[in-house]
């Protein structure tokens, strides 16, 4: 560890930073001061858009170039006022004294060149090493962000690499000269839980290795409280609050920061309660654990897989195994939650009950087999079942106007026309929290929730009796993604609506579900109540989940490093590949464990 | 939310394409050099000092060679004594018509064929891009020459055939467009809404790939005015004595030592032309197409 | 890799058999009689007949169709009507020359078009940005024939530093390039710009610049082989262009190619040449998009062939 | 003369080369080079049209004329090193006729005897050739032919020798082997061909020339601007109207340009076949309405006005026919007395090639003037020709570019195929569908004068054919070309082997290179 200076390691005083716009000159960063100390960690926090990457950019002086320009402030480094360096000193700095990271691990690293290249051209940006030197420089630097078989890895290109590989490929190349500082702009935000937590871990060992300090830029209050030892929250381009981690989380003093924190779902806080968060408090609400009646939907044995072409007759060559023989049913005004990490078959589920791609099984949706069904013969089942999509804006066409898009599910099923349909739209505006009169506003005149609740006002206009909910708030600020949660619920209370409810969060699944089921690789390998998934996890994979998922709350212990990194194992096989057999196991009032079979 | 903010800046509450395309000086440039033909080729019968067609018998010198550019004659004559200023102004007409007929069908087909393949897939997809393939694979200008050599030519076959080798290039764009479109999450939402083909195709992909057509609509009518001069030029394109500004070259393109301006004025014409087409395609490619943006 | 060439090969035979039999029925379609133009002015009835026999321009359409193909299957494309010599040794004598011109071409395009879209893009929004680009779009616009006439009357006839058309010497070889290579100039100075201006707002490009590297490098090391993707998958439009660029700039300049070759037999309606004229240009376009498929994944290790 | 045998000259041409056989060659640019590659038993005297025998050193005709007995030059040699005997003659003029060689002037060999079986294929040669010892070869005819002896001086008659036929096949026209005074020394396609003096040449102070290097693939223009920069001695294609002016205006050039007469006749074509031609009337009034004088302007005054058939230089022209007089007032009375008062509407096809397309817009101008409204089609050569080999296609062609240059000075050779019934067929070349029976008859009975006493008779009884064609007019004569052509100032030579009637453009043989005298 360093020796604590009183004089911090950088020094930014009165950063601002204004962007071109059309209207004018716009500032994104304001008057922003800070001191980071050697050897710690400080993380900006807030929400998107609050300036947060312009910060960091402009101390590498990385801002895009005539858009965005530093208008005020220093920022110290060694006596030297970084801001202020011409070019050629500026290089000398980048990369020797401050590394950066950025946020996306699947842009950052150049497509067309190996990752020995990519190192070694960071290894010796400032020249004067031969190639061995550089090769071995760079097996070191892989070894040290535990990336297994280096060797190998040096003549991969990025797209061969998994995502959390790629991102530790680029934290290899920040540390690659040795620097002092490194600037980590939301290193994981775009990795699955699991890997997160290696990475995370991965920067605090690194830190602890080489006695750097590093700023952390992040959204997420969870990662702040694994990672921080200091805290600046930032809202609309300005700090809010400054203090050290245990007294943010303990003791926030501005009303941004209760609010920011109060949004963010902990996993663990529901333990002990039946149904979901917004029911518990409302004892009255009509659906408080369902029935057990008629499934609304049952799917069995659903199967789903895609052929991968190839050859000289264009044949398949190969398949991905995206959904094995999945079952489960959903009832009427039951949330069911489907997690688990990318590509392990949700979405593909989902596409499944809605016939919007080729599937294999058996599903019925208040009794009718929808199996083979065409355009039209699915019209009458759409209406009881409808989808929310993953990314808001994309599934909003956008050049038509928000009300004639929630309008559209009425028109094609011919349920109202003329005044009645615009009424009815009104209503559903109303009832998603929107104003009637947004009705002829284009999506991209809204914000991400809002556009979300058009969404789901669309969906509802069917009055259906059962929506897929895919990530439906997995793009959305906490505090948004919080509005959006109760809304759902909301409508869940008042109409019985059900949910098939697809997320990688854990922490909002905990408080939305009924019901639980964790995929992994296409399967379900555990289902059952929220509390028996919650409570009481019986599969690995479930409680590793569980275990990668961070905790605002800095008091808890640190979690430990872990092995090396693994890539996950890949859903895409042979022909004549044939799934192991699994073997399903009730541990007690439905609570399902799938291992694979002769175990 | 800041972030509505900047999205609303960038998808910009359109001012009209109009009003952004006269922002642009070179734009500007081209749109007026498209108006000043459009208006020469629709008045050209008032703007024309003298009758396109008639051979002045002081139109050449007692030699027989034309004459060069003059107080009676602004351009000169050409090689039988006809004013060349006159059969420039006529010969706009033909250009433009070319321009925009034979690229007009060329669009329509090729759009309707790269939809088409680009939405229905299956064996449609197959027959149709296939085919493109192989019109891709042609040498345009043989194909258009035999084409010309088949059906005698005149204004309206060249037109026809200019448009059965241009429609290809617009047939790839849309296809290519089309596909990704139907990718997109709210076509995917449409159909999970039960919404049918011909509400996707007119309600939700043709919007989108309006701008697309537009772009390649100017584009296009720049390189149907050059096809038709290059054909022209061959001596296969519009009969004369129509004039059109290809066929003008092509009658006095052997006098480019004696008589340069029979050949240079319009082939400046042409070029003025061709590269309006190409400023305001250019521009509107910029202003319609937001991946293109931070241009200019 | 070897499946996808095959398989490509397999296409770019489907694709020529398509060209033979449009092309066939088009020419089978043009109104003029080979046998009467052989036979000349001076022929009997019978003579034409007899040639016409020879020739089996009596069959019925599809009998003719299948006869040449069945010389195509094996490498005969037929003897010219007029010139009386086999269409391949035409076409073989001629090549030379229009791939000479193709490769000063390609190169003129390159040099030009590449450091024109390069220089602007790096100095985007400045004045000589404009200049480059107001240059390109008159790359584009020019028609080919003005262009030739222009150089050949400005270079060759007023300054006499090049010679006037013709075939042998490099000083040959200048003008027609330039004429053929301008539009393409035009074409790839404008996508260099917009790929490069693309490329550099990548985050990669930020991540390079973030290590350190001087310019130099971020822009030849990391910037430049990801800009030059879009314009390989150019080389086959490319190649279309050329192939009617070729019949424009040879007869202009001269220039002893199958350009020349291709629009001679157009002229005098010499089908079995026009027919091996279309299929070899037709090749000359499928190989480039062949080859510019295969460049691509060398440089672009995403992309896979399949 | 003294002239030193040596240099070189080099000729350029803008269409390629196609083939050297002189069974089949039959272009502008080949047809001199094959006469000067291979010899026939006749020839021309440089510079004119008078026969005279040339690897036949002398011959006789039967008084019926229908024998011809030729005597053989002792010592010619093929470029193989062969002596060229009597039995070579045979074969290839037996070749020629023979339908599998494709040649386009077997027709000419008609009156040959056993031409209807060999022509068709039934017969192996012709039996009309016998071969009496190597040095002497007889001809018998099935009837008296006046032009036979020009026949054997065309290309068509010339002598190849039968193992490099044989050897190269199909491809001989691109290794041709005959005993003329060049051979060809190098053929590179589509670009240049060189031909090298003949060493073993029969006439030893023949060719003057070491060398010729033609030029292939140059277009007019540019062969001009490289003849003003010195790199050119002849352009073989004539001085372009673009640059005729400024050559014939700039001193250096002007004694250069050598200007002769040709062969030629462009004329508009009536189909009398089609409405409204099929009127006498209205063909005359068409030949009345347009302004010749006008046309040569255009052309740059490179032609004589035209009133007939013939051109001057052609035996049996008729010097003081005055023909129909441009007179569009006239023109209209006929047209109105053809009930055509108010015009119509027609086509004037052309091939599109300068300066064809202005001179079919001239003419559509003075047409216009009496009411015809003429819509120009202007087309490659090919579709032309084919347009007006069938019945109901073309009203009205201009023959420019495509029109009928002799192949011999006899004024039969502009009958048969253009204004005779013969020609009057699907694919002939009577693009007038004109067919006038009593008039065959008429030229059928000329013909067969072949008496040499005769010739007077014979050549009036042509001329009143011609003029009786010109009542009928189904043509518009509009003009008879002019040759103009320069020669670099390296290249000496009578004017008249630049403009040499038979060898054209230029008599190569006989041109020699000053700068090694
Ligand atoms: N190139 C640009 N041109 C104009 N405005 C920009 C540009 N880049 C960012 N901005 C604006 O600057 C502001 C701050 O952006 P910044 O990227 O720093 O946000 P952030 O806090 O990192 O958000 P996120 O969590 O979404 O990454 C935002 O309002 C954004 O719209
Ligand atoms: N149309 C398709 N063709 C081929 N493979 C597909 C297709 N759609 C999905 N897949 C594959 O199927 C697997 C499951 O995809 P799916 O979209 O269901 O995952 P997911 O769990 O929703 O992941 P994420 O959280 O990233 O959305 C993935 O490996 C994916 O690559
Ligand atoms: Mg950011
Ligand atoms: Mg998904």
Redesign the interface.
Known sequence: MQQKTTSGLLEVNGLTVQVATPAGARTVVDDLSFTLEGGKTLCIAGESGSGKSMTALSLMQLLPKPMARVSAGTAKLDGRDILALPETEMRQVRGRHIGMIFQEPMTSLNPVLTIGKQLGGAISAHGGLSDAAIRARALELLDQVQIPEPARRLKQFPHELSGGMRQRVVIAMALAQNPQILIADEPTTALDVTVQAQILALIRKLQADLGISVIMITHDMGVVAEMADDVLVMQHGRMVEHSPASVIFSKPRHPYTQELLAAVPRLGEMTGTRAPKRMSDDPTASVQTPAPAEPLVAVKDLTVRFDIKGGILQRPVQRVHAVEGVSFDIMPGETLSLVGESGCGKSTTGKALLNLIPWQGDIRVAGRATRGLGASAMRPVLRDVQMIFQDPYASLDPRMRVGDLVAEPLQIHGLASGSELDDRVAYLFRRVGLSADQMRRYPHEFSGGQRQRICIARALSLSPKLIVADESVAALDVSIQAQVLDLLQDIQNETGMSYLFISHDMAVVEQISHRVAVMYMGRFVEMGSRAQIFENPQHDYTKKLMAAVPVADPSRPRRAFMEKAEDLPSPVHGLDYTPPLQAARDIGGGHMVWEAAGR | ????V????T??ATPSVLARLLRRP?ALTGLVIIAVVVLAAVFAPWLAPYDP???F?EG?T????PLPPSAQFWFGTD???RDLFSRLIYGAQTSLIIGVVANGIAVVIGSAVGISAGYFRGWADTVLM??T??M????????A???A??F??SLWIVAMVIAMVNWVQIARVTYTETRSIAE???V??????????G?ILF??IL??LLSTIIVWATLGI?TTV?LE??LS????GV???IPSW?NI???N????????WL??IP??A??AL??A???VG?ALRDILDPT?Q??? | MLAYITRRLVQTALILLGISFVTFVLLYLVPADPARQIAGRSATAATVENIREQLGLNLPFYEQYLRYLGGLLNGDLGRSYLQKTEVSTLIAARLPASLLLMAGAIFCELALGLTMGVVAALKRGSRTDDTLMIASFVGVSAPQFVIGILLLYVFAVKLGWFPIGGYGTFAHLVLPSITLGFLGAGWYSRMMRSSLIDVLRQDYIRTARATGATRAKVLFGHALPNAILPIIAMIGIDIGLFMSGIVVVESVFGWPGIGQLAWQAIQRVDIPIIMGVTLVSACAIVIGNLLADLITPLIDPRIKLR | QDIKQGGSMTVTYKDDVSTLDPAIGYDWQNWSMIKSLFDGLMDYVPGTTELRPEIAESYEISEDGTVFTFKLRDGVKFHNGRALTAEDVKYSIERAVNPKTQSPGAGFFGSIKGFEEASSGDAEGLSGITVVDDGTIKFELSRPDATFLHVLALNFAHVVPKEEVEKYGADFGKHPVGSGAFKLAEWTLGQRLVFERFEDYWNPGVPKLDQIVFEVGQEPVVALLRLQNGEVDVPGDGIPPAKFIEVKNDPKFKDLIIQGGQLHTGYVTMNVKMEPFDKAEVRQAVNMAINKDRILRIINGRAVTANQPLPPSMPGYAKDHEGYAYDPEAAKALLAEAGLADGFETELYVMNTDPQPRIAQAIQQDLKAIGINASIKSLAQANVIAAGGEEDQAPMIWSGGMAWIADFPDPSNFYGPILGCDGAVSGGWNWAWYCNEDLDAMAQEADSMVDPAKAGEREAMWRDIYLKVMEDAPWAPIFNEERFTIRSERIGGDDKLFVDPVHIPVHYDEVYAKDVQ
């Open positions: 939310m800041s972030q509505t900047a999205e609303t800046e998808h910009v070179l067609y008639e051979q018998f050449l007692i030699e027989g060679a090689l039988v004594g296939r085919f393939d192989l891709m694979a042609f040498p345009a200008l043989l194909l020459i035999v084409l050599a088949i005698s030519p997109r999450d709210f995917v939402a449409e159909r999970a809404m039960g919404a049918g083909a509400r309600r939700h919007p989108h720049a050059l001069a290059t030029f061959l001596g296969i009969q004369p004595p290809g070259i092509f009658e393109q052997t006098y480019f030592t004696s008589a340069p050949v240079f082939g400046a042409i070029l061709a590269l087409f190409n400023l250019d293109q931070g241009r200019h």
